[in-house]
């Protein structure tokens, strides 16, 4: 299981940093990509990041440069640090497992449609 926290309500240029800590014994965070998506209303989910079991990451060209992903296996956490925070940047974030065995914990992940672990979302705000 996925729980992320770290969402709120910002004003544009401002930073926040979201967690997705892996809970339960369902896998082992080492071996599997984590992914960052967000979906804002009448949108399709949009990949944002993605970060492998080597923790090299990749991102999306609407964040690069801005949104950074770290994972921590020991704290078994996945973080987004988002800075300079843009109104287009308003969304519920979510993160979710690749956990499918031939993928080998690279990235890129499959599409959205196909992965079968997520968070339950935290939702990001950013005021202009």
């Known amino acids: 299981q996925l729980v992320e926290s770290g969402g709120g309500l910002v004003q544009a240029g401002a930073s926040l940093r979201l967690s997705c800590t892996v809970t339960?014994?369902?896998?082992?965070?080492?071996?599997?990509?984590i992914g960052w998506f967000r979906q804002s209303p009448e949108k399709d989910r949009e990949q944002v990041s993605c970060?492998?079991?080597?923790?090299?990451?990749e991102y999306s060209d609407s964040v690069n440069g801005r949104f950074i992903t770290i994972r921590d296996n020991a704290e078994k956490t996945v973080y987004l640090q988002m800075n300079n925070l843009k109104s287009d940047d308003t969304a519920i974030y979510y993160c979710?497992?690749?956990?499918?065995?031939?993928?080998?914990?690279?990235?890129?992940?499959?599409?959205?449609?196909?992965?079968?672990?997520w968070g339950q979302g935290t939702q990001v705000t950013v005021s202009s």
């Open positions: 970060v492998d079991a080597d923790a090299i990451p």
């Open positions: 339960g014994s369902g896998f082992v965070i080492e071996d599997v990509a």
């Open positions: 979710a497992a690749e956990l499918f065995p031939g993928r080998g914990g690279r990235c890129p992940m499959r599409p959205a449609k196909l992965l079968t672990s």
